[in-house]
């Protein structure tokens, strides 16, 4: 069953993985690699990535990307959007931390971003307007 408007953007919004998949060249199928988002109803969706990473540079080139995210119970759902990138701007401690209380608990998150700073290196920060969505609920099984 089709999602309604209000329900996929509740389900994308809530903490989950992504599967971000981008173009990156046009001999192979799309980079497909599991990524932390943000998404509030209604608005972009975001991501932090290496500022020289495969993605990100897939991302510069293509100027858009898509993002799936699933579950498997209660029901067996799934959201897909795909869309353009708004823009692209220097990360910062903040972004770092909000992604991170996304999906770590509050006592892990400042330990999290500090090693972030210190080995991941710089990043940026992507956003994309969802254009196109497929959603739907399969039930339980």
């Known amino acids: 069953m089709k999602l309604s408007v209000e329900e996929r953007e509740r389900f994308l919004s809530e ?3 992504g599967a971000l ?3 990156e060249r046009p001999d192979r199928a799309p980079l497909t690699v599991p990524i932390w988002y943000h998404y509030t109803p209604g608005g ?3 991501v932090r990535t ?8 897939a ?7 898509s993002l799936m995210v699933e579950r498997t119970a209660p029901t067996v759902r799934y959201v897909s959007v795909e869309g353009p990138v708004t823009r692209t ?7 770092a931390r909000e992604m991170a209380a ?11 971003v500090e090693y972030d ?3 991941l290196g710089e990043h940026i920060v992507i956003c994309m307007r969802p254009e196109h969505w497929v959603s739907a609920d399969l039930g339980s099984f």
């Open 50 to 57: 290496g500022l020289g990473s495969r993605k990100a540079r």
């Open 117 to 119: 700073q210190a080995q």
């Open 44 to 46: 972009e969706l975001w």
């Open 21 to 23: 998949s981008v173009v």
């Open 15 to 17: 903490p989950r993985v």
């Open 102 to 112: 996304r999906y770590l608990p509050q006592e892990k998150v400042a330990g999290f």
């Open 59 to 65: 991302i510069r080139s293509e100027g858009r990307f």
């Open 89 to 95: 701007e220097p990360d910062s401690p903040e972004r």
